[in-house]
């Protein structure tokens, strides 16, 4: 019964539009109010590709008739995200939530907690998109704002911190990532946490991948003194570690 109703709605909508764009204009803005029960009731009877080609038409015209940041348009934008998700479409999802976030900012401010939300699901679009670049970029936002409300030292903050240094190691920014490590390492070191030998193992490995084989080797030395303070000379760890020097001792020797 309910599908019934909306495929009668659907057709009504349909020739309420024809009849508007035919007699008042397709930039009208009762056209325009037609256009949009049209996306609506497409959406309501599960036809997300044509509510959201509908919908892209829709904010195109509200853009260029009342402004981006006008009630309306950034409605349809916000209608537009909904439904690319609907149908899971990340790429086109981002690109909207792209827009919506620049007008949440100037509406909000960038630390705002509503745009830490939106930010986050960006994130997960651009994961989705395998996007590594654009994961880097939106986790480093994500950052800065997450510092500037919880602070540098918090355990959320300091995870996030390690995950970006995962995601630099990925795009092979070793330098991002070895500052992240030294960042890492001196607010251990501050806490009281002198030899953080996870922090020096990744500071270890960058200055080797950035051809710095002299630092990487008295850093990783450090680390093997440390790891044999707690663990076993046979340790799988501790002879990674020294299978990690002997290398960087015969690159040196070969230079």
């Known amino acids: 019964e309910a599908l019934g109703e909306h495929t009668k709605a659907l057709e009504l909508a349909e020739q309420c539009y024809e009849i508007e764009k035919r ?19 497409n959406m309501k009877l599960d036809n997300h590709e044509k509510s959201i080609e509908i919908g892209e038409k829709l904010y195109d015209s509200r853009e260029k008739i009342l402004g981006k940041e006008h009630p309306r348009t950034i409605r349809t934008l916000h209608f537009l995200i909904l439904e690319c998700e609907l149908f899971d479409d990340s790429k086109k999802c ?4 792209e827009v919506f976030y620049e007008f949440k900012c100037k509406e909000l401010g960038k630390v705002h907690p509503d745009i ?15 996007d590594a670049q654009k994961v880097v970029e939106t986790r480093e936002r994500i950052y800065v704002i997450k510092c500037e409300t919880l602070g540098e030292e918090n355990h959320k903050v300091l995870f996030l911190l390690m995950q970006l240094i995962d995601d630099y190691k990925n795009i092979k920014e070793y330098k991002k990532a070895l500052q992240c490590y030294e960042k890492l390492y001196d607010i251990e070191k501050k806490n009281g946490h002198d030899n953080d030998i996870f922090s020096l193992k990744g500071m270890a490995f960058c200055y080797k991948k950035l051809g710095n084989y002299a630092a990487s080797l008295s850093i990783y030395k450090n680390v093997y003194e440390n790891m044999l303070k707690i663990s ?3 340790d799988p760890y501790v002879l990674e570690v020294m299978e990690c020097i002997e290398e960087l001792q015969k690159m040196i020797s070969e230079e």
């Open 94 to 97: 981002a690109k909207y939530r």
């Open 116 to 130: 830490l939300e939106i930010l986050n699901e960006l994130l997960y679009n651009y994961m989705d998109l395998r």
């Open 232 to 234: 076993e000379p046979t």
């Open 23 to 41: 007699v008042l204009g397709e930039e009208h803005p009762d056209t325009l109010e037609s256009l949009e029960s049209l996306m609506v009731n």
